[in-house]
């Protein structure tokens, strides 16, 4: 067991790359704890050594950071299905969870806001209120608990994601604030995705990028220019999948018979784990902060990109050696170089 340290997340980014990992709620859902649909993490109160589990995989593979898992743990969610009674002790073991596994390695929590589907951009002065009053409920709530810092993700609106951000400000918080990037080339109100991050600059956040989505061919390019235009930490946590041009988001992936992959087909985009290790590289590369993976994500894809960005995991003890494979063994070649993306293809 190594001892926690006390580097806070912006000392850890000033000292180079912070590796983080998520898509807890597909990868929950594949082993049985999630229903899909309402995708409330239920799994934190009815099967919390599932929670632990995949929390301690992803810790052993190398990720720096346990991100509670409060996403869509909110009023509105819950009440979706009918559960809104235990909203409190949901959040409160969620954040619970994470610290237990967070003390077992060196790793940070961070508590966790996402988009309510409260805001409503045109009435942005009510709606907003419903929506500050359930971030300041559930970081209240993480902030007892104990969280070292907050990331706000899949944020469709400028708007809600500024909220986020003045929330966790006042709780005197490190923010990281990362937009969803479904619409081709604008939040759902309007702002060109960089402008948007520069705004969220603008206004404070430690953090500014981009989660889910995207896979890193559409992502990266995007995440080039946020790069260029914000003084601040930047962070990429794309979907492990083939997102292309005519298809730039994993919503919008379809299968042969042109039916919609998202989010029960999704297999067959899959990248493998060389791919996802080498968009780390390119991550760091370009100068990107804080580098990640979402929904689809797996132990097996961090272990891949840490060790790419030049870590030892604890899982890394268990690192393919295929040069003992007994059939394979004599015809291994290097790895990294047979996997090589161009992601701008
Ligand atoms: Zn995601």
């Known amino acids: 067991m190594t001892q926690r340290t006390t580097r806070g997340i912006l000392t850890r980014l000033q000292e180079g790359v912070v590796i983080g990992g998520e898509g807890y709620v597909f990868e929950l859902e594949r082993r049985g704890y999630i229903k899909a649909g309402p995708y409330v993490p239920e799994v934190i109160l009815d099967f919390p050594e599932a929670v632990r589990e995949l929390h301690r995989e992803f810790l052993r593979a190398g990720c720096e950071v346990m991100v509670a898992l409060t996403y869509y743990a909110h009023r509105e969610k819950l009440r979706d299905v009918g559960r809104e009674n235990d909203l409190e002790q949901m959040n409160r073991q969620a954040v619970r969870l994470a610290n237990e596994v967070a003390r077992e390695g060196d790793a940070l929590i961070a508590g966790n806001i996402c988009n309510t589907w409260s805001y409503d951009p045109n009435n942005p002065e009510s709606s907003g209120k419903v929506v500050r009053a359930q971030y300041e409920e559930q970081l209240g709530w993480a902030v007892e608990e104990g969280i070292d810092f907050v990331i706000a993700e899949t944020n469709d609106y400028l708007g809600e994601a500024l909220i986020g951000l003045d929330v966790i400000k006042k709780l005197g918080l490190p923010a990281m604030i990362t937009l969803a ?37 559409t992502m990266l390019p995007i995440i080039e220019k946020v790069r260029a235009a914000v003084p601040c930490y930047v962070a990429a946590q794309p979907v492990p ?28 985009f899959l990248h ?18 804080y580098i990640g993976i ?13 060790e790419a960005l030049g870590r ?13 494979h007994p059939m394979l063994g004599t015809q291994v070649e290097a790895k990294d170089e047979v996997f090589l993306t161009d992601w701008k293809a």
């Open 312 to 324: 030892t995991a604890p899982a890394s003890k268990y690192s393919p050696a295929m040069e003992l």
């Open 181 to 217: 990037s479904v619409q081709p080339e604008q939040t759902r109100d309007g702002y060109d995705y960089v402008e948007a991050c520069k705004i969220l600059a603008d206004h404070g956040a430690d953090i500014v990028g981009l989660n889910c989505d995207r896979g890193p061919a």
């Open 294 to 306: 979402c929904c689809g994500g797996s132990p097996h894809y961090v272990r891949a990109m840490a």
């Open 272 to 289: 493998n784990r060389f791919e996802m290790a080498d968009f780390a590289r390119q991550a760091q590369a370009l100068g990107v902060n």
């Open 241 to 268: 999948y083939k997102t292309h041009s005519h298809a730039p988001t994993f919503e919008s992936l379809e299968l042969e018979n042109g039916t919609r992959a998202f989010p029960l087909a999704l297999e067959p």
